[in-house]
């Protein structure tokens, strides 16, 4: 199991300065992963239900700041060594594929080949509209398609691509990432399209555990979803082991136990004991990589939450 943090994208810690300094830190602890999460325009009303709390209401918005997800990378790719920049996620219909395709190879480049591609076909439908990005009841197959495209440039000598949604021939495209074929690309979401998108598309799946509707907040519930993620590689003839497996565990806390909604003590929450065994029961059903939710509202305490982490948690989780 390797283990992965965020940075803010918004609000008074989200300076080049800080950004730096949460990242560098995370090197020096020895943490694998940092990801970026994916808005461009935050709309004033927002009636879209949020997938990822009981309540629906999405609590992002305020002055509808919001750093732009792959400039925040290419910043981090010249201010960090070993972590590997993820994006967690990029809402696929929110860029034009041949447009996103050399920016993410770009990035990859510039990195040394340290780029995991997060993605999935996002939640408001309001920002769909403001971006004019395709229908919104559209997404998933605009997702899936994109997904090809992508792998059609990164791959291709010639590239040639003819879909609904976006077509290209008679184009060169280079530079291709470092990383062959491509850089890996998890697809997240959890419902049965999300699985099969990641099945039959994916390097790895990438889920939240609390969504409302599809929770994944036990190793039970990962495991039942696991076996329908393995079954729908098999029906599309792809070897279910290739399959890597992420997982976002965005409520972590080690300060409070919490209850579940399904009763019990919440998953990855409590003292480092128990968050230690959650980790270790996780990966026994498969899951390789770990995102947390480690920010505060300062430097010094975000990154004493992860120093935390690294020294009070991780040497208690069984190998």
Known sequence: MDFGFGIPMRGPLATPENLAAICRHGEE?????????DHIVIPRDIDSRYPYNESGEWGGGGTGEWLEQLTVLSYLAGQTSSLRLLTSVMVLPYRSPVYVANVLSTIDVLSGGRLTLGCGVGWMS??????????????GTVGSEYIRALKELWTSDAPEFAGKYCSFSNITFAPKPTQKPHPPIWVGGESDPALKRAALLGDGW?????NARFPLRSPGQISRAVERLHQYAEAGNRDPAAIDLAFSASWYDERTKQTAPEGGRLSFTGNPEQIAEDIT????????????NLQTPTLQETQERMRYFANEVTPLVKA
Do not use: D, Q, T, W
Request: aromatic letters at 18%.
């Open 29 to 37: 602890l020895g943490f694998s992963y940092v990801y970026v999460s």
């Open 126 to 139: 309001e920002e769909f509209k403001a971006l004019g990005a395709p229908p919104f009841e559209e997404r």
């Open 206 to 210: 990438y889920p939240i555990g609390n």
């Open 281 to 292: 029961a996780f990966a026994e059903v498969g899951i390789r990589h770990l995102m947390l």
